[in-house]
């Protein structure tokens, strides 16, 4: 066997063994259910009709059930917009990186420009997945179905989220 192929061969047994190992501090850092540091609370930003344009904020009710709040204000010259929802989230299932959930939320939308004003309350249910990244970052990606108020029927809507968990 010539010597770059067995450095080679070397180095590959080498990486396998490695991820093979057990690497309690590489498993700690990307897990929701760390026992040292169980990251209950987050703060950051929401897009959802179902549940608010903004800052959010999230918190436990439960282990098993979580509120997030969320809101914002723009308002320009003649245009002012503002916003706010609260979204419940029930855990199906939480395990390593991964957060599957059930959503319920309501939002409250209004906006006035130039003479005229829309003002509208959205409710919605839908599946989530919440996914760590790194130590504390989390994103969250949901289908909803919203009911806008105006009509008679449901749409899916997307709702996406970045946290910060302290």
């Known amino acids: 066997m010539r010597p770059a192929t067995r450095i080679l061969s ?3 047994l080498m990486l396998a063994v490695s991820y093979a190992l057990p690497a309690p501090a590489r498993a700690q850092t990307l897990d929701w259910n760390r026992l040292d540091d169980p990251m209950y609370e987050a703060l950051g930003l929401n897009l959802g009709l179902g549940s608010g344009v ?3 904020y999230k918190y436990p009710v439960q282990w098993w ?16 917009r503002h916003n706010l929802g609260l979204e419940l989230q029930y855990i199906l299932r939480q395990s390593g990186r991964d957060k599957l959930y059930c959503g319920l939320g309501a ?3 209004y906006h006035q420009e130039s003479g005229r004003t829309k003002d509208h309350f959205n409710v919605g249910f839908g599946v989530g997945l919440e996914r760590l990244f790194g130590e504390r970052m989390s994103v969250q990606a949901e289908a909803t179905f919203i009911d806008r108020g105006n009509k008679d029927t449901l749409m899916l809507f997307p709702q996406v989220g970045v946290f910060y968990y302290f």
């Open 10 to 12: 070397l180095a590959l």
């Open 54 to 56: 903004g800052l959010s």
């Open 65 to 80: 059930l979580y509120a997030q709040a969320t809101g914002g204000v723009w308002n320009n010259k003649n245009d002012k």
């Open 107 to 109: 939002a409250h939308f």
